[in-house]
């Protein structure tokens, strides 16, 4: 079973579901603009969605629409699609109830989109400035709406995703045990410093996706880091985080260089054992929590057999940001160059294609654990 984890899901009807008088309007109409990946066009509509008399984004039908998936999903041999709700707009910045409620419509909306259907898995929405209420949410989408994941897009207000005041989350999903969707979208604490979307880029023409570039790998490598040694993994061993967009070709120097760091190496310098004297340590070292960490490769890093060498019983997984048109959207041709990549075993190309994912999402035999 072949597992497209990262494509986007924006669903224009549960807009009508919110009571609050601000949660915004849609536009419908025909646009000139053509959305191309590899010589493919997603046909179809274009919608708007306006908030506070300000145009919050725009998308094409492959946005919101199930039909177009699956023919992008033939196409490129994908089995099955994570919906991940769309990065925009994010939530999180609005006033509290209007949080709340695009979070509870978005959840109901996609559970009923995708009801028996097992070609697609959903992913809940939370508003997590109230941590009691995405508590509560995240346990309705699951246990009552049978949603598989949750999509955070990184920490919130000064904490990154190790701050404690998202342990009682953790705590809860732990309980429900299903994975954490990590996709930036915007600077969602105060003090991040690497993504998004790395202020002062607009400055570099001709370059600008130097946040995707960069800022989704620097990011994931701070927050990582911070899980690592926090002793969040330690607190709460059940939790599975996964990455996406931000490639994978940085996942063994990272795994090297924190092992480098920490006392428990034979290389170990004066300066670590000395730093480290006297300190609480981590359980393991750093290298050995990457268990709980799934990170998605991009079809074109060619270097993805030497990376392999290096996290050999890696979590990589695989997504086609479908359907974005940014450097790291393959769709729809994801699948192809992996299974051809020369050097990377047929088990390693089964792991990396779906295998992984499905561990990731608790699935057996294509189905629920």
């Known amino acids: ?19 609050h ?14 959305l191309v990946r590899f010589g493919e066009l997603v046909p179809g509509d274009v919608a708007t969605y306006y908030r506070d008399g300000k145009k919050i984004h725009s998308f094409k039908e492959g946005r919101w629409s199930l039909s177009r998936r699956l023919e992008f999903m033939k196409k490129d041999g994908f089995d099955v699609q994570v919906l991940i709700p769309d990065n925009r707009p994010l939530i999180y910045e609005v006033e509290p109830e209007l949080g709340r409620q695009l979070a509870r419509a978005y959840n109901d909306t996609v559970a009923e989109d995708i009801a028996g259907d097992t070609r697609f898995i959903g992913v809940a929405w939370i508003y997590l400035p109230d941590i009691p209420e995405a508590v509560r949410e995240l346990r309705r989408a699951v246990k009552d709406l049978g949603l598989r994941a949750v999509k955070l897009n990184g920490g919130y207000g000064d904490g990154d995703l190790d701050s404690e005041a998202l ?9 429900l045990d299903i994975p954490i969707l990590v996709h930036p979208a915007a600077r969602v604490f105060e003090v991040q410093h690497s993504h998004p979307w790395l202020v002062g880029s607009e400055r570099y023409q001709g370059f600008q996706h130097l946040p995707t570039a960069l800022g989704f790998p620097l990011t994931y490598m701070v927050s990582i880091a911070r899980l690592i040694f926090s002793g969040v993994l330690d607190r709460f061993p059940g939790l599975r985080f996964a990455f996406f967009e931000g490639g994978i070709g940085w996942v063994p120097w990272l795994r090297q260089t924190l092992d480098q760091h920490t006392p428990g190496e034979a290389g170990d310098s004066v300066a670590v054992r000395q730093f480290f004297s006297g300190k609480e340590r981590i359980k393991k070292k750093p290298s050995a929590y990457f268990d709980q960490f799934y990170i998605a490769a991009v079809a074109w890093e060619r270097y993805l057999p030497e990376t392999v060498k290096g996290w050999p019983d890696h979590n990589i997984i695989l997504g086609s940001d479908f359907d974005h048109g940014d450097a790291v959207a393959t769709w729809p041709r994801t699948v192809e160059p992996i299974k051809t990549m020369a050097g990377l075993s047929e088990e390693d ?7 992984n994912a499905m561990r990731l999402l608790g699935m057996k035999n294509g189905a629920p654990g």
Do not use: C
């Open 1 to 19: 079973m072949y597992i497209d984890g990262d494509t986007h899901y924006w669903p224009l009807r549960f807009i009508d579901r919110v009571k």
């Open 21 to 34: 008088p601000g949660r915004g309007y849609l536009e419908i109409g025909k646009d000139d603009r053509k």
């Open 167 to 175: 342990w009682p989350l953790y705590e809860e999903i732990a309980r």
């Open 349 to 355: 190309k089964e792991k990396i294609l779906g295998g």
